[in-house]
């Protein structure tokens, strides 16, 4: 599939770095290496999350992370600045280009690369929840496919194929920018502050996350197959439904921090009202007689299970003739 597709950018590396300012290429080189997994590679779901943020549909922020440059292993510092500064200080030739190169797919037949109408499409899917009303057929007239120079003619006079085609090559477009009075607290910063927690703490916790969700989906049988101590079934549903706080029925990583700062970092009157909160099945704010009995019974199966078989010397058996004969 050519969606996404990396390929040559339009601009190099020293071309992009001569477009903005030595400080705010330095902000975005200190931002890389500190969000960056291994100081050489960000991970996607960091570029998603934290580079591109919310307003970028899922599926588009996929799209512009292969477009950039991305692999499995991450994008590089210099792709990263290379697709930022085109977007926000390209040229409409460039970003023109741009939107070739992510499409561009070898043509199987003619060994030269094409734009195949599904993979343009594919791109309309990405970034609308709607069909574009611009009319393909003089694009691609009746062929699956039409070639990049085609496609960059066709979408200069057609810019409203998608949002995104409209705010790429729109005029004075000053959404998307590099620089600022300051720069926006990175998510570690916000979930370091909101919790309590320290940044280095967050990322270590990320780590973890995603080190026991590996690709799946982190769900209850995951979080019960990694509870320490063991608990009870009945206990580690109801924990569970506590942490899941938006009841999506899956724990995200904001909730993992959250859940690991009560438990871990709060004071203990903070823990006692976590540990309320969890047999308080109702939410009412009260302990019923039947609340208050399953909170003792799950303590004392916690307890019983998870404490040491008592051995012959420590229960006194051996040797309790010694201490009679004391006597």
């Known amino acids: ?21 030595p400080e705010v290429l330095k902000r975005i ?20 999350r934290d580079v591109l943020g919310d307003c970028v549909p899922a599926k588009l922020a996929e799209v ?49 690369d094409v734009i195949f109408e599904k993979n343009l499409r594919e791109l309309i899917a990405a970034c609308d929840s709607v069909e574009t009303k ?10 699956p496919r039409c070639s990049a120079d085609q496609f960059a003619k066709w979408i200069v006079v057609h810019p409203d194929l998608t949002s995104f085609t ?15 009075e300051e720069d926006p607290p990175t998510f570690y910063q916000t979930m370091a502050r909101e919790c309590g927690v320290r940044e280095q703490d967050v990322m270590d916790l990320e780590k973890t996350y995603w080190a026991l969700k590996g690709t799946g989906k982190f769900e209850f049988e995951t979080f019960q197959r990694y509870c320490c101590p063991p608990v009870p079934k009945g206990l580690s549903q109801r924990l569970f439904e ?6 999506d029925g899956l724990l995200d990583l904001s909730e993992i921090i959250s859940f690991v ?17 969890v047999f308080d099945e109702d939410g009412d704010g009260v302990l019923s007689r039947e609340e208050l009995t399953r909170a003792v019974e799950f303590l004392l199966t916690i307890r019983d299970e998870n404490t040491p078989s008592s051995t012959p010397s420590q229960t006194g058996e051996d040797g309790g003739g010694g201490g009679g004969g004391g006597g």
């Open 1 to 21: 599939m050519g969606l996404g597709k990396s390929k040559h950018m339009p601009i190099t590396y020293d071309e992009a770095c001569r477009r903005v300012k």
């Open 29 to 48: 080189q200190e931002t890389f290496k500190r969000l960056s997994s291994n100081n050489s590679y960000l991970p996607q779901v960091t570029f998603c």
């Open 64 to 112: 512009l992370y292969a477009g950039f440059g991305g692999t499995a292993k991450g994008i590089s510092l210099k792709d990263l600045v290379c697709g930022l500064v085109l977007l926000v200080y390209g040229t409409r030739d460039e970003k023109t280009k741009f939107l070739s190169v992510m499409l561009l797919t070898e043509d199987e037949q003619g060994g030269e």
């Open 134 to 143: 611009e009319d393909m057929s003089a694009l691609f007239q009746g062929l």
């Open 166 to 180: 409209r705010w790429l090559l729109g005029e004075g477009n000053n959404e998307f920018q590099l620089e600022g």
């Open 242 to 247: 506590v942490i899941d706080v938006n009841r």
């Open 261 to 277: 700062a009560q438990c871990c970092r709060r004071e203990r009157s903070e823990r006692h009202k976590f540990c309320f909160k």
